[in-house]
């Protein structure tokens, strides 16, 4: 019999359950040991089905990372474009990343957590295509928090581009060592009322930057 052609929605259905089952096998057996023959035995189906829909194990787990990054922007995004000053803007995205990240720990792994190739790996490849469209959709949402923290600081002529940059960084490295302690329940283990201290970490974030912010000539 000919074969059935599925339908726009049938194929998404699919690609989606694939790639939903890729990534809870990536974090189980990391991306070495990672194979399209261990996620078709998951799916119970044939690895040349799988193939049928993505082109190698690379390509699905950047188009993870994709959809990890296309989520993270959303909520990023959202809370930049509510009506609010820039400093109420900074927190509103603060509190997005963390609730992201504490939302969707298996994205947040492979996003942020895990020593995965990155679009270097990929240069000079087939698939480089496809690792910096991954590349510039994980950096749209940086993009917007520097936005937003240039606006606090556009008062502040000593303030360079470069700082900026640093400053978004040092606020990323906060917020990724709470999800990371929080995601792996270290923080549960030594604080009773993790929400407060949550909190706590946000308001000081935030404390940080205002501090700089009034005493900068």
Known sequence: MPRTTRSPEEVKIIKDRILETALKLLIEDGFMHFSMRRLAARLRITAASIYNYFTNKDELYLLIQTRGFEMLYDAIYEASKKPASSEKK????????????????EYYEIMFSRNTPKYIDYQGTAIEPTAFYEKQTALMSADIAIGVISDLFKNKKTISGRMLR?????????????????????????????QTAIRFIAKDVMKRVKSELEGQP
């Open 90 to 105: 900074l927190e509103n995205i603060i509190r997005a990343y963390l609730k992201f990240g504490m939302d969707n720990p």
């Open 166 to 194: 640093l400053r978004m960084l040092q606020i990323w490295c906060t917020l990724n060592g709470t999800i990371n302690l929080f995601n792996s329940r270290v923080l549960q283990e030594v604080e009773d009322n993790t």
